[in-house]
């Protein structure tokens, strides 16, 4: 076995990038994953942000390498014949349509486990089973807000906000992927597929547990000495918006470097942990704070640590952010530089380890994108370039016993 998750046969029903995040990752470790989509249109991302009239968006090629692409209706009876084939012999269905389409395609969980007792159907939706909200659409940002990330984000005295990062999108799609797995392993053992569902309202809750923490020790106390609001500004009942406070035990926040009044990202996000007190005061040329009872304590440090940021950004003002960070490194503080895409793009460490990686696209030639964060010492993963809109219908036809002549009629009729 080359790979990992060789043999193991793939129903891509998704779309956007919540479910495609988790295929993709699926078939990087060696699945088949085979992306259907409708026939002419395909999933909508590979039309949406264009940047080459006429080729697959970014959107779409960064999220769907590796798998095959078969057009097929589902709505048609020819469709739904083919769909049965194919869930005779895959091993997961993986689907992140709005409420209720599949059941509506006339596949229920109960007719899919009928046709093929083994099957696991693993679906993202917005809210989970049950929820009073379980029949809405979500994209990324809904998810943001109802998991709870966009109402403790941002800063005190502006509006909640949403992260870049991809909390609802792609992490719901990495939850999926580990839900799949766990369902494939009790296959193993079982014999028996099962139903495996992740919503994007919980997957974003479990990036924000320490959020929840907050709340409930907010309700305990009246307040949360890590927040910038401590202890000089005043809490509510609800978790505020921490701006960019360290979150946990250790206080930190961004810091100005040399050129920040023109570059947006000349910054480093400093870190103040509490055992490396010393290092950071010889770091920064402040040995006079070492044993000053009035800093010597996290907690004497507390009402003064604004203060001592703008003691380090005085330091920080003759040094670019990779100077400081190359400074910090040797007394180890942890410390990073505010890196902008481009940046990361052109990072040698990045390209090195494969995590940005350059690919092949039949039709758009090399593009970047990101690879396999997860690395092992037993697989070296390689990033294929996506497929294009039904490269692969006549082939997975094919195998799945359809003749030449019965495919051409298949797509004389528009079903595939
Ligand atoms: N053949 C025939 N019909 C197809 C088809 C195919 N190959 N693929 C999809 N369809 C149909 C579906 O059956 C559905 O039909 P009905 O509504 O008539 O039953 C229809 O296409 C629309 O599907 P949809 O509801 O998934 O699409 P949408 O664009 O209206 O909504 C989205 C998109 C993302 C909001 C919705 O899919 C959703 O809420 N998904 C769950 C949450 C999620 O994953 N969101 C994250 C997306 S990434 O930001």
Not at 145 to 170: E, I, K, M, Q, R
Not at 353 to 379: C, M, N, Q, W
């Amino acid at each position: 076995m080359s790979k990992p998750l060789e043999g193991i046969k793939i129903i891509d029903f998704t779309h956007v990038q919540a479910g495609p995040a988790c295929t993709q990752m699926l078939a990087w470790f060696g699945a088949d994953v085979i992306k259907v989509e409708r026939p002419g249109a395909g999933d909508v991302t590979r039309s949406q942000l264009r940047d080459i009239p006429g080729v697959d968006a970014l959107y779409f090629t960064m999220l769907n390498s590796n798998k095959r692409s078969l057009t097929l209706d589902t709505k048609t009876p020819e469709g739904k014949d083919i769909l049965t084939r194919l869930i005779k012999e895959s091993d997961v269905l993986v689907e992140n349509f709005g409420p209720g389409a599949l059941d509506r395609m006339g596949f229920t969980w109960e007719h899919i486990r009928e046709l093929n007792p083994g099957m696991i159907v693993a679906s993202v939706k917005g809210f989970s089973e049950g929820h009073h909200y379980e029949d809405l659409k979500v994209y990324e940002n809904v998810a943001q807000c109802a998991g709870g990330a966009a109402s403790t984000t941002g800063f005190d005295d502006g509006p909640p906000t949403v992260s870049a990062a991809a909390l609802g999108d792609s992490n719901t799609g990495m939850h999926l992927a580990i839900g799949i797995l766990t369902a494939l392993r009790s296959r193993d053992v079982t014999g028996r597929g099962q139903k495996v569902a992740v919503s994007m309202q919980d997957s974003v809750l479990n990036l924000c547990r320490v959020k929840l923490r907050d709340q409930q020790r907010l309700d305990r106390v009246g307040y949360l000495e890590e927040y910038p609001q401590y202890p000089h500004g005043k809490f509510s009942d609800v978790v505020p918006r921490g701006g960019n406070a360290g979150g946990g035990g250790q206080p930190g926040w961004v810091l100005k470097c040399k050129g920040w009044e023109t570059d947006p990202n000349a910054y480093i996000y400093f870190t103040i942990q509490g055992h490396a007190w010393a290092p950071i005061c010889r770091a920064i040329g402040k040995e006079e704070w070492i044993d000053d009872p009035a800093y010597m304590t996290a907690q004497a440090r507390q009402d003064k640590i604004f203060d001592i940021f703008g003691t380090i950004e005085e330091w920080l003002k003759d040094k670019t952010k990779f100077e400081a960070v190359d400074v910090l490194r040797k007394y180890d503080i942890p410390c990073s530089p505010v890196l902008s895409m481009k940046e990361i793009a052109n990072d040698p460490s990045l390209r090195a380890s494969g995590t940005i990686a350059e690919v092949e696209h039949k039709e758009r030639g090399k593009y970047l994108t990101v690879g396999s964060p997860i690395k092992f010492s037993d697989l070296k993963v390689e990033i294929k370039g996506s497929p294009l809109l039904g490269e692969h219908t006549d082939e997975i036809l094919e195998q799945l016993g359809y003749s030449q002549h019965q495919i051409a009629a298949l797509h004389e009729q528009r079903v595939v």
